[in-house]
T-cell receptor, first 115, second 112 residues
Framework: GEDVEQSLFLSVREGDSSVINCTYT??????LYWYKQEPGAGLQLLTY?????DMKQDQRLTVLLNKKDKHLSLRIADTQTGDSAIYFC???????????????FGRGTSLIVHP | DAGVIQSPRHEVTEMGQEVTLRCKPISGHNSLFWYRQTMMRGLELLIY????????DSGMPEDRFSAKMPNASFSTLKIQPSEPRDSAVYFCASYRGTGELFFGEGSRLTVL
């Protein structure tokens, strides 16, 4: 199975909160990330959380990490049409040998915001 | 800072032709990644380089694919011969060690 799993689609109404969920398998992940991909563009880092944190808030974004269940979520408050995009969860492990960083991405969740 | 620059943005070619995709990473970044994105498989890591040296190419689909990084400011991904199933968006990303990957805008390849 995949290392990082996400649901493929989420549809919400403008102004509501969106919650995008992700599960990962590697308990030694040191960083967990959310990237955003707008149509026709590459991925851009949205936010990240260190594995020793439970929560991180940044304006309308709230990231929750449950290490016991290996579950990561991204909550977007007051979702706007401009938030429509694909959201990728990613985990990374800093390798002991040379410090290589190899991110593993989920397949992405397409967030559709309708009026 | 110009960001990661990829070319071409779009390429349409016929089956059997050689395709070369190019990437210029951000200056000072010491790692470079090539990804492929399709609806069926999502985002797949093809190969990555550290300090211009290929580290892991286990994601390269088959011998038709090859990648090079002759210097710190340039990398190519070549497909020869191309097949319709290679149609995808190919992304290059660079990394400087702070935890964030910087992606280019991608090269959309269509093989007829």
């Amino acid at each position: 199975g995949e290392d990082v799993e996400q649901s493929l689609f989420l549809s919400v109404r403008e102004g509501d909160s969106s919650v995008i969920n992700c599960t990962y398998t590697d308990s030694s992940s040191t960083y967990l990330y959310w990237y955003k991909q707008e149509p026709g563009a590459g991925l851009q880092l949205l936010t990240y959380i260190f594995s020793n944190m439970d929560m991180k808030q940044d304006q309308r974004l709230t990231v929750l990490l449950n290490k016991k269940d290996k579950h990561l979520s991204l909550r977007i408050a007051d979702t706007q049409t401009g938030d429509s995009a694909i959201y990728f969860c990613a985990e990374s492990i800093i390798k002991a040998s040379g410090g290589s960083y190899i991110p593993t991405f989920g397949r992405g969740t397409s967030l559709i915001v309708h009026p | 800072d110009a960001g990661v620059i990829q070319s071409p943005r779009h390429e349409v070619t016929e089956m059997g032709q050689e395709v070369t995709l190019r990437c210029k990473p951000i200056s000072g970044h010491n790692s470079l990644f090539w990804y492929r994105q399709t609806m069926m498989r999502g985002l797949e890591l093809l190969i990555y380089f550290n300090n211009n040296v290929p580290i892991d190419d286990s994601g390269m689909p088959e011998d038709r694919f090859s990648a090079k990084m002759p210097n710190a400011s340039f990398s190519t991904l070549k497909i020869q011969p191309s097949e319709p199933r290679d149609s995808a968006v190919y992304f290059c990303a660079s990394y400087r060690g702070t935890g964030e990957l910087f992606f280019g805008e991608g090269s959309r390849l269509t093989v007829l």
